[in-house]
């Protein structure tokens, strides 16, 4: 996918419907390669600014269609805001070292004001790192300023399994302080995971309102990709994301490999049940309640936090799970329809969460295997929709993406997450499984279910 799809920085919809970003990026590892295809990528619906807090190589100023150099603030009231389709860069003059010089705060901020007026995104590379993989920040960077609304920090993959020392790593003793090994030493995953979770490290500078996002670059072969996996699942939290890419030598829809963010669990336990009979949420599944099975299942696919919507017999559900690490939702108007009850769950995410799986109460036979298929395909495309296909049909649990969100909150009476599917193209995994069509609505498909595990 494309790395501008990866990061979140545009909507799902025309690029005037959104705020612009105002992202930093910081680190090693194809810093200033992110910024000048973002800009580019960005730069398709709108024009795009982009300008540093330190130096860039006098090199790579060409990369944008327009570049302006800045002495002082007020040389920013004679800048011309970039047209829809161009790149501005604003930097510093340059100096003897083929360098530019980076913008002081005060320039920033007027830049800052710019790119409001004008509704423009705003790239800003705030550290250096000598075109090295890896890196650990020097005391007086980065420079981030306060305004910024999102951080992309970088790091090189290709550093993994190299000696810590100069030729791979800007700052090198610092990096050990950091990362508990030594000099020399072979820089492990454990080691760079210690350093990117630094306070003092990857996190250091960030503005506490920003969005962290990882980005792990260089991924150019399978086992750079696992590492870039293990890293990713190591860092999200404390960041709210992580990107594995490959930036050298790819097309814009190769540049990230998978994203990594936080998948809830939401899980639909309100239904009266009323041809049933009798709450469907409590019938028995391996000498457990159908909604405890269902909700060990969200616990071991990974899923956080996992939400568990009530409204009929509440307080027996509540009972049921009140030993798992689940949170509870009450739906005061779960007798309306299933949709009050999607809408409730989805107004319960917390901000972090980049997807959603919705599973129902009366399918304890979903394996956990199946929900992290799920999650493991979407954190490759990012499509509004991932739903398993079993024998042709479509099936739950369907994983929807933070896109949908707002439409999920709005939903109402009968109307459930179905609806979406024919507003977003779906991205289907097959399944070979066909008893994951079965859901429990009488008291035949009870039986069947209870056949279908015995047999």
Known sequence: MRLVNALRLTGPGPAQRYPPPCTALTGAGGKSTALFRLGRELARERGVLLTASTHLAVEQLQQADRHMVIHSPADLKHVQPPRSGEVLLLTGPPGADERTSGLAPAALDVVNELTREHQLPLLLEADGSRRLP???????????????NQVVVVAGLTGLGRPLDAAWVHRPERFAALSGIDLQAAITVGALSSVLASPEGGLKGIPDAARRILLLNQ??????????????????????????????????????????????????????ASRLGKPKQLLEWKGEPFVRAVARTALEAGLAPVIVVTGAAADEVQQALSDLPVQFVHNPDWESGQGSSVATGARSLPPECGAAVYLLSDQPQIPAALVRSLVELHSRTLAPLTAPLADGRRANPVLFDRVTFGELQQLSGETGGRSLFARYRPEWLPWHDASILLDVDTE?????LLESDAA
Not at 134 to 148: F, N
């Open 219 to 272: 991924a150019d072969t399978h086992e750079l990709q696992a590492a870039g996996a293990n890293l990713a699942r190591r860092l999200v939290p404390p960041y709210s994301a992580a990107v594995v890419s490959r930036l050298q030598g790819t097309a814009p829809d190769e540049e990230a490999l998978a994203v990594y963010e936080p998948a809830a669990g939401i899980i639909l336990a309100a239904g009266g």
């Open 444 to 448: 035949q498909d009870y039986q069947r």
């Open 134 to 148: 890896l890196k650990a920040p020097g005391e007086h960077e980065p420079a981030v300023p306060a305004w910024v």
